[in-house]
């Protein structure tokens, strides 16, 4: 085992050798991570793998492009290929159906699967999601078009958080040296280069699909996120006809780190109910 936490299990999906962590036991849930630099599912969701972990099996994996995942010479990255990356880790692990939780990107990407493929879905957490299509944020702007020093990883940090305590000089460290990675810069700046408009757009699932999802969903927002807008979540409550919206303040980019023991309940609680 590699003393690395962000390096988990290894898995073939859609042909992509998939670095994924798995953890507990029951009901399985898929935890998609957001898209910033750095970015791997260890970092995003290790706070709160370890709470649904006490009720479900846990399944987090870097999706295509990101982390520890095998990133294939000329790969394209496209909303697409993604969803097939997805399905393809279910399909490798024998999943049949999961429940999903969804952050940024990953939000986008877990509302074009269940459009894609609805009864591999049970119920839908989107965390200040992507997947439908809003004015491009500074914040986003910034976050895609980072070039890597650890000055501009700091300033990442301070957009995804409200509470700057949060963000340590140790963390901004550790997310730079991972930005830096052979390979990673990239295929990170391949995916979202100016003027980046155009990938929220991309992102964005067609109205009418989003409108014929029947899945229960919890959508979940920062009131001071800089990075989405609430007007996203907002837009996805009026859309998707089974939908509840929650809202934290004094919040973020970040609400499972902010929030974490808040996010936690709130996920689990959603989940059992099903």
């Known amino acids: ?11 073939v999906a859609n042909g992509i050798n998939t670095n994924y962590h798995d953890q507990g036991s029951g009901e399985p849930v898929l935890m998609i991570h957001g898209s910033g630099p750095g970015v791997t599912a260890f970092a995003n969701w290790r706070l709160t793998m370890p709470v649904l972990a006490r009720n479900f099996r846990v399944i987090a994996p870097d999706m295509a ?29 024998k999943i049949e159906s999961t429940h999903i939780v969804g952050n940024s990107f990953g939000g986008g990407l877990a509302l074009a699967l269940a459009i894609r493929a609805p009864e591999r879905v049970k119920r839908l957490v989107l965390m200040g999601a992507a997947g439908t299509s809003f004015p491009l944020t500074q914040g986003l702007d910034d976050v895609w078009g980072y070039t890597p020093s650890f000055e501009n990883m700091r300033k990442m940090m301070d957009i995804f958080a409200y509470d700057r305590s949060l963000v340590s000089d140790e963390l901004a460290q550790l997310r730079y040296e991972a930005s830096i990675r052979p390979g990673y810069q990239e295929s990170f700046a391949s995916m979202f280069p100016a003027p980046r408009q155009r990938w929220v757009d991309a992102l964005a699932s067609r109205e009418e699909d989003i409108r014929a999802l029947p899945h ?32 934290f303040g004094h919040c973020g980019h970040w609400t499972q780190i902010e929030h974490a023991g808040r996010f936690g309940r709130l996920v689990t609680d959603f989940f059992l109910e099903s």
Do not use: C
Request: net charge negative; no cysteine.
């Open 65 to 93: 492009g990101f982390g520890y995942t095998e990133r294939p010479p000329g790969a394209q990255y496209s909303m697409s290929n993604w969803v097939d990356h997805a399905l393809g880790l279910l399909d490798a692990l």
């Open 216 to 247: 229960e969903t919890l959508l979940i927002h920062g009131r001071e996120d800089k990075v989405i807008p609430l007007s996203a979540s907002q837009k996805l409550l009026e859309l998707i006809p089974n939908a509840q919206l929650h809202v």
């Open 1 to 11: 085992m590699s003393s690395n936490p962000e390096i988990g299990l290894s898995i």
